[in-house]
């Protein structure tokens, strides 16, 4: 992944209400949510709601479908462990590390 890359997914997510709109696409699965419902579990107003899960799309990190009459949307987790990936690629200089523990236990090659 290209630093480019990155740096746009991050500033989608440095916002509060794309945030909370990612993370609850990430738990409705692949399967995704219509945009009312987003709308309504997250208290967004529709134009509001529109704008944000325009940032995310152009972001890569939420992708669209129609079904009827209606739009959902669903997390890209290729894209989000992408991100992920190229976050932690250099962690702990290379060697194998604990990042479930706080203090990223890494053989103690880290500070």
């Known amino acids: 992944m290209e630093s480019k890359a990155a740096v746009a997914r991050l500033a989608a997510l440095a916002q509060d209400t794309r945030l909370s709109i990612f993370r609850l696409l990430i738990t409705a699965g692949p399967q ?33 479908r129609q079904e ?31 990042v479930a523990d706080d203090r990223a236990s890494c053989a103690g090659n880290c500070n």
Do not use: W
């Open 32 to 64: 995704g949510m219509a945009v009312g419902r987003i709308g309504e579990a997250l208290g967004v107003a529709p134009a509001t709601l529109s704008f944000h899960l325009k940032e995310l799309a152009r972001a890569q990190l939420v992708s669209s």
């Open 68 to 98: 009827s009459r209606f739009i959902f949307y669903s997390a890209n987790y290729a894209a989000m462990n992408e991100l992920l990936g190229f976050l932690t690629e250099n962690c702990c200089a290379g060697t194998a590390c604990d």
